[in-house]
Every structure is written in structure tokens, then in C-alpha cells.
């Protein structure tokens, strides 16, 4: 009797640690799987900052001011991202008088951007830049400035503003002041007279 009862021991021994191997594989799975999906979840937290900084950054706003020869001449709330042709189209349009060829549609707008229209055959138009000074914080990008924002400067008339945009076109936006030495027709001195109130880039 004893001996039958050492065997069932034995077997339930022997069970017994079938049973306690099986358990060990299967919580070692259990954890790497646990691990591998925790994984992707890991990423999508890294990833979120960069989303949201990026939504931030598409619905900042700045204001520009727009005059001439268009319906509703004003200042405008537009999103960053904004074009000169999205001011015009806030503000109704270009009149039948208005010289289109006059503004760069394409140009960027920036924060205190000045937009004047002029209409066709005007010749005197009114300064975009009224009374430029060295500290004042309405100056001249140079990089998206129109023919007629940068002819406004000193010692700069319509042909060299137009020589300042063919080589802006031609070999792209300037990198920095000393650039527009590149220029036909700026030479030192005329750099010298406009680059405080010029920003370049």
C-alpha cells in the first residue's frame, strides 16, 4: 500500500512541475508581448509635441495693412502663411483702375507689411514707408518687398528697385545685407544709405 501511494506521489510530483514550467513560459510570452505593444505607444507620445508645436505655428496671425487701388483698403488679421494676393482678396479686390503689374500677388506677408496698389499710369505714389527711421519697426523686407515698397528707400529709384528684384528671382532670396552688392547699379555708398532700414533675410 505504502509503495502505491509513493508512486502517486511521485506522479503528482512529476505533474506538478510540468505544470509550474508551463506556467513560467507562459508569463515570459505574456511579458514580451506586453513589452512589444507598449512599444508604438511609446512613439505616438514622442510624435505629439512636434503636432502640436507644427498647428501652432499654421494658425499664428499677423496684421497687414493695405492701401490704394482696392475695394476696401484696411488693416487685415491673415494667417502667416498667407500671400500678398490673399490681403487683396480680403480686401475685395483690385479696382478697374488699379495696376496689378505694380504687386507681387506672390510675395509672403509678415507682421506690420505695408500693401500699396497703385493705379496705372500713376507716377507720385504715396511712400509705403511715409517717414522711415533708423529705429522704426516698419521696415523694408527686402526678400518680399514690392517695386514699390523698395523704390522708396534712399538712393533707390524704380530702376534699381527693379534690378533688386530680377536678381532676387534670378538667384533667390538675399542671405544677408552685403548680397545686394550683387546688385547692378548698389555700390557701397548705396548700401551704406539703405541698410538700416532694410531686413535682410
Known sequence: ???TIKKYDKRWYGLLLVLLAAGAIMLFRNNEIAEKEQE??????QHVPDAVQERKEETKT???DIKGAVVHPGVYEIRNTARVNDVVA??????????ETKVNLAAKV???????VPVRGETNAPSAVPSLQADDSNKIYINTASEQEISQLPGIG?????????????????QKTEDLLNVTGIGEKTLEKIKEYIVVP
Open 40 to 45: 508604438p505607444i511609446l512613439e505616438v507620445k
Open 90 to 99: 480680403l480686401a475685395g479686390g483690385f479696382t478697374r483702375e488699379a495696376d
Open 110 to 116: 509678415h507682421d506690420e507689411m505695408m500693401i500699396y
Open 158 to 174: 524704380k530702376t534699381k528697385a527693379q534690378a533688386i528684384i530680377a536678381y532676387r528671382e534670378e538667384h533667390g532670396p538675399f
Open 1 to 3: 500500500m505504502w509503495e
Open 62 to 64: 499677423v496684421m497687414v
